[in-house]
């Protein structure tokens, strides 16, 4: 028998990052993700982003910088709460954004930032800095700062980029663990803002955004003119019996479960979809609340 010390050792990444522990779901993959967001309701994995320059902490959502160590120059802690990622390296972090507003309008119309009121929006971390982490990681890149008073005004340092997995060395040489480092995710960091009380995640942020993994549009069938019918999964109606029409959600409708719902009965309300097809609705014994 040969010795543990000799035995065949997972070295390719990818095939780590794809491994499905016994039992798991498959919702505990990093694949399962939402917009590369939550995968589920077990972390926020946009906390990850946030810590991934040394000195300085983004906002999860956005690229306002929010923090920076006490440690650092006076010219980079002057941009905490002043200052916003605009570039790195190569990769352009906002842009702006095109397209019809909600309620309709014209498809080419300029959409508004909805946190600072600008014509650029955040991209998405994960995408954004997908190419200058594999060239950067453990090394530093020229990153630009745009000033929130005066967006004419720019700043630009040379940041280092975290790694984002932890090392090992297998023979003297170092492997990357398909386990995030712990320098950009201490403990409790991808918990950190999950909503409370959970059931929240089904309804955040009451628009076309949660974070619980969950459908959207479903009892789907295909129109003869090449479109479907079928209903929102938020609705409460939602039954074999029910017109496929799809309702764009409202969170103050009283046709759509509502927060009280969710809190004060999510075990009738929330209900899994086989096959396409909602499962039946439940019928509450007599001590439950309707």
């Not at 010390?5 to 522990?21: C, D, E, T």
């Not at 998405?124 to 004419?152: D, I, M, Q, R, Y």
Request: with cysteine.
């Amino acid at each position: 028998m040969s010795d543990v010390s000799n035995a065949i050792q997972a070295v390719n990444l990818s095939a780590q990052l794809q491994y499905r522990g016994a039992g798991n779901p498959p919702s505990a993959l990093p694949s399962s993700a939402i917009s590369n967001a939550f995968p589920g309701l077990e972390m926020d994995f946009r906390n990850i982003w946030k810590r991934i320059f040394v000195g300085i902490e983004l906002h999860e959502a956005s690229t306002l910088v929010v923090d920076v160590d006490a440690d650092q120059s006076p010219e980079l802690r002057a941009l905490k709460n002043a200052y916003r990622l605009v570039k790195v390296g190569d990769s352009p972090v906002m842009m702006p954004v095109t397209g019809p507003r909600y309620g309709g309008g014209p498809e080419n119309e300029s959409l508004s930032d909805t946190t600072l009121g600008d014509k650029q929006m955040s991209l998405e971390w994960s995408n954004a800095l997908a190419a200058e982490l594999a060239k950067h990681a453990g090394s530093s890149v020229l990153c630009s700062f745009e000033s929130l008073a005066t967006p004419a005004r720019t700043e630009t340092f040379m940041l280092q980029m975290r790694s984002f997995f932890e090392a090992t060395f297998i023979n003297g040489k170092p492997v990357k663990k398909a386990v995030i480092a712990r320098d950009i995710a201490p403990p409790g960091a991808l918990t950190q803002s999950l909503c409370s009380p959970w059931q929240n995640d089904y309804r955040e942020c009451a628009c076309f955004y949660w974070a619980a993994t969950r459908p959207d549009y479903v009892n789907v069938e295909p129109r003869s003119d090449g479109t479907s019918a079928g209903n929102n999964w938020m609705q409460k109606d939602r039954m074999a019996t029910t017109p496929r029409h799809y309702i764009s959600d409202d969170w103050v409708d009283p046709a759509f479960i509502s927060y009280g719902d969710l809190f004060q009965q999510w075990e009738l309300v929330l209900r899994f979809v086989f096959g396409g097809v909602d499962e039946p609705p439940l019928t509450p014994s007599k001590d439950e609340p309707i």
